[in-house]
Every structure is written in C-alpha cells, then in structure tokens.
C-alpha cells in the first residue's frame, strides 16, 4: 500500500521505517511541527514539584535537551501517557517512569490510583504541556483533587507544504493516510487537492489515532475511515 504519513519530522521517518519493513511504500508529508519553549520548562522544573506528568513524547524530547540542569530532576517520578512518551522520558535519564498505555483520562485514572496507594501529594503534580492539547486529563484530576500545575512548553505549529510539494506527494493518490491529531487532520482536509478534488480520495482510507482525531474528518469521507483501537500507533499501523 502507499501510505501518507503526516506527523512532525523526525518521527515521520521513523514510521516510514517501520511501513517499508511492512512493505508498504511511506509517503512523508508532515502538516506540523514542534516548537519548543526550553525557558519554560526549566523555569518550571526549578519550582517545587511531586512529579511531573507527561502527554506527549514531544515533552520528553523538549526536557532532553536542557542538558545537566536536568540531573538533579531524574529521580522525579514521570506519569507518561503512552509507551512512546515512556520511552522518550526514559531516554532523556529518568529513573522511574510510570504510563498505563492509552490516553489522557486513562493516565489521569492512574495518578488518581497511586495517589490513593501513596497519599496526596504535598506539592503539585508538574504537568508540562503542549498547545493545543484535549482537557480531559486536566479535568479528570481537577475532578478528583489532585494537586496539578500546568505549564505550556511547546505548541505544535501548522505546517502546510507548497500547492507543487503536495500535488507531487499525492499523485499517485494514497491508498490510506495515518492522521494523528485532530489538528493536523484539520490541516490535511483543508489542503487544496482534498477541497477542490475529494472525489480523487473517496478510496483513500482515513485512518485515525482516536475518535478525537476522526472528528476533524468530513463527511464526505466518513465511509472509509477507520480509527484505531488505542490511541498508539502500534494500533494505528494494525489497521493497514
């Protein structure tokens, strides 16, 4: 199959990886990319924190670069949402990284159980977040009382390639497209071959992360698209 990849370089490549060793041809057209606010996550790690919660392996590259500030923090403990986050945080040093797999609700589900097993936390939970991002994780922990101070230390930004550079990536048309966020979906939907031709897609399947990323699907395209059956992309690719 000739699959389109949108998620931010590097880890296109590394899904173009995995798709060929599946034998499948990987087209890269990332719609986003990351950036970083380093200031931010420093000034945030010097404040007082139990922990920090992660939602994206984006966060644990981001705190990887700040370099030997960092030392002093890798005893913390890491809620990671996912095992790519996981390993993302594991890799930048941290010593004890706890993730349930799935997604923000199911994260907040088990910061809630280790807080019931070990006590309220006597300091806030460091939340180091990006923008945008989905609410439930912050609400559900709202919900329950737990301490949690959210700082924004990186926003994924719009990416959207040259009309040339998108017709040249489409042609042959995909035979499924791998849509991870609900932004980025967005951004696919609204580039100009998708508008003015969608009748050139109707046999592309629409595969995406979570029922969240679906959402930003048209209509038009609702009878091919599939969503994964946990928000990974493990589970993504099972659907290929």
Do not use: W
């Amino acid at each position: 199959m000739r699959v389109l990849v949108t998620r931010p370089a590097p880890a296109a490549a590394r899904t173009a990886r995995k798709l060929a060793a599946l034998g499948h041809e990987a087209v890269t057209m990332p719609l986003s990319e990351a950036e970083h606010d380093i200031d931010a996550a420093r000034a945030a790690l010097a404040e007082r924190h139990s922990a920090i919660a992660i939602t994206s392996a984006e966060v644990a590259r981001l705190i990887g670069k700040i370099g030997p500030a960092l030392d002093r923090h890798l005893l913390t403990t890491v809620f990671s949402v996912g095992q790519a986050s996981a390993q993302a945080a594991e890799e930048a040093g941290f010593r004890t990284v706890l993730t349930p797999g799935g997604d923000g609700k199911d994260l907040a589900n088990m910061i809630i159980e280790h807080c019931r097993d070990f006590g309220m936390p006597a300091e806030p939970i460091l939340y180091l977040a990006g923008h945008p991002r989905a609410a439930g994780f912050e609400t559900r922990l709202k919900e329950a009382g737990i301490p949690l101070r959210t700082v924004e230390c990186y926003r994924m930004a719009p990416l959207v390639p040259r009309r040339t550079e998108v017709e040249a990536l489409l042609k042959p048309v995909p035979d499924a497209a791998l849509l991870y966020s609900r932004e980025t979906a967005r951004t696919f939907f609204e580039l100009a071959p998708l508008t003015e031709t969608p009748e050139r897609f109707l046999s592309t399947l629409m595969l995406c992360m979570s029922a969240n990323v679906a959402k930003a699907v048209p209509q038009r395209f609702a009878a091919l698209t599939v969503v994964a059956s946990a928000p990974n992309e493990e589970s993504l690719l099972d659907l290929l």
